[in-house]
């Protein structure tokens, strides 16, 4: 099933390209909406919390012209994709699969993976477990790590305190939901600001705060305006997709992290050996999550063929959407020095 649109848009490297939407069918017999642009070798963007293909609208379209078969996946959960209820559908082995399922379809095994924020982990993880399907692994705004060997939240615990910690919020299901689905808007407008790197001074960071704070938005500004890459337009197409779908789905994978400490057991000491990158904004409230450690000192640590770490002057954690060209001029000689 597809559907030829074009997006246009004035920021750098759309050029209106016609862009393809498809269903793939996934690893566990679910259904994914994929959008693709162009024809070359496979190109695989993927994307998370609390996006959806559309978070690549700037950089899809500029891969197909340079010459590659773009491919930007609803990650089940999200968007046009089927959002199945159990936290263990979530697992990175699962969402790792479903990446390889579109591989599979269209027909670019080896391809290149691109993820951002979760979808970083994902195709990470797909280099690890899926090794000769992968061509390369590029990784936005969330460094790698090897996979955990006890449980994550009881990390989180010993490291946070009784302080706000937004992931030990998303652990209990229904909690965030509740403040989340209640206005969907109100949600993407705080927390797509508070996290961009234009965001406005004084911003608390919404990924931790001090003991009294209980939900993830109150503490933080509600701007006047939304930035012009992230434009009303954008918002509410987000917000209604939200509307109609549910946070469930999404706020799965935070909760699903307990699992994958048995299910990537298997892989803990395999390294990465297929060219990597990653790019990340130097203004990225994410980058000082953990105390004052800056998780993109060293963030390919299990990759053996780095090809380059970027940091963008400027940008915060919506990467490829504040700063397309930046992310387009780091991305495009990678792939171009890849091997036929």
């Given at each position: ?77 999200y968007g046009g ?17 479903d990446i390889l ?119 933080l500004p509600d ?118």
């Amino acid at each position: 099933m597809s559907e030829m649109i074009a997006l246009e848009s004035t920021r750098p490297g759309t050029g209106g390209f016609p862009l393809e939407h498809h269903h793939v069918r996934g690893a566990a017999d679910n259904m994914l909406h994929v959008v693709a642009a162009g024809k070359g070798p496979l190109v695989v963007l993927v994307h998370v919390f609390p996006e959806s293909w559309r978070s690549w609208r700037y950089v899809l379209p500029a891969l197909a012209q340079a010459g590659y078969r773009a491919v930007a996946v609803d990650v089940r959960g999200y968007g046009g994709s089927d959002k199945p209820w159990p936290v263990s559908a979530y697992t990175i082995r699962e969402l790792a699969a479903d990446i390889l399922a579109v591989v599979d379809e269209f027909g670019g095994s080896p391809a290149v993976l691109v993820g951002h924020d979760w979808g970083a982990p994902q195709v990470y993880g797909a280099a690890l477990i899926f090794p000769a399907e992968v061509r390369a692994v590029v990784g936005l705004s969330a460094p790698a790590s090897r996979p955990p060997t006890s449980d994550p939240f009881e990390r989180f615990a010993s490291v946070y305190g009784d302080a706000f910690f937004y992931m030990s919020y998303f652990a209990e299901p229904g909690r965030a939901e509740a403040e989340l689905e209640a206005d969907p808007a109100r949600f993407l407008r705080r927390f797509v600001h508070a996290m961009a790197g234009d965001r406005a001074p004084g911003t608390p960071n919404p990924l931790r705060g001090p003991a009294d704070r209980t939900t993830l938005l109150d503490d933080l500004p509600d701007p006047i305006r939304v930035p012009t890459w992230f434009d009303d337009t954008e918002l509410h197409w987000l917000a209604s997709r939200f509307q109609e779908g549910g946070l469930r789905g999404p706020l799965n994978r935070y909760r699903a992290q307990s699992l994958d400490v048995d299910q990537l057991r298997p892989y803990a000491d395999r390294t990465v050996e297929v060219p990597s990158l990653f790019i990340g904004g130097a203004a990225d409230p994410a980058r000082y999550m953990v105390g004052d450690q800056d998780r993109f000192a060293d963030p390919l640590p299990i990759m053996t063929d780095v090809r380059g770490v970027h940091l963008v002057d400027g940008a915060g954690h919506w990467i490829q959407q504040e700063a397309p060209r930046a992310v387009l001029a780091h991305l495009l000689p990678f792939l171009q020095e890849l091997s036929p």
